[in-house]
């Protein structure tokens, strides 16, 4: 089992920009594809970013194309979201979760979960 902790959320003005970080430990995480979720209040949790540890490939939602760069550093066992020009609709609880491959977590089948960090994004 993969054990995740994020942190970097916090409150930004519209137009701002944040690094969120999730910090793995347990297994060998670099067998995982690792990805960011979001769940704003009263909706669904939804997909925003992937990457694999292995190939660098990642794959974003179409609402944060552009604006948002998923990233890892192996050597310090850790996932990275940049999220520049930051929209109020951003706002949300972010999730760092890993899974056994890019599809897995595209389609929410998350082995590991974090506990998530609250991003605030004011106009």
């Known amino acids: 089992q993969v054990q995740l902790v994020e942190s970097g959320g916090g409150l930004v003005q519209a137009g701002g920009s944040l690094r969120l970080s999730c910090a793995a430990s347990?297994?060998?995480?670099?067998?995982?594809?690792m990805g960011w979720f979001r769940q704003a209040p009263g909706k669904e949790r939804e997909f925003v970013a992937v990457?694999?540890?292995?190939?660098?490939?990642?794959g974003y939602a179409d609402s944060v194309k552009g604006r948002f760069t998923v990233s890892t550093d192996n050597a310090k066992n850790t996932v990275y979201l940049q999220m520049n020009s930051l929209k109020p609709e951003d706002t949300a609880v972010y999730y760092c979760?890993?899974?056994?491959?890019?599809?897995?977590?595209?389609?929410?089948?998350?082995?590991?979960w974090g506990q998530g960090t609250q991003v605030t994004v004011f106009s």
């Open positions: 979760a890993a899974g056994l491959g890019t599809d897995y977590i595209r389609r929410g089948r998350i082995t590991s």
């Open positions: 990457i694999s540890w292995r190939g660098g490939s990642t």
């Open positions: 347990g297994r060998t995480f670099v067998d995982y594809a």
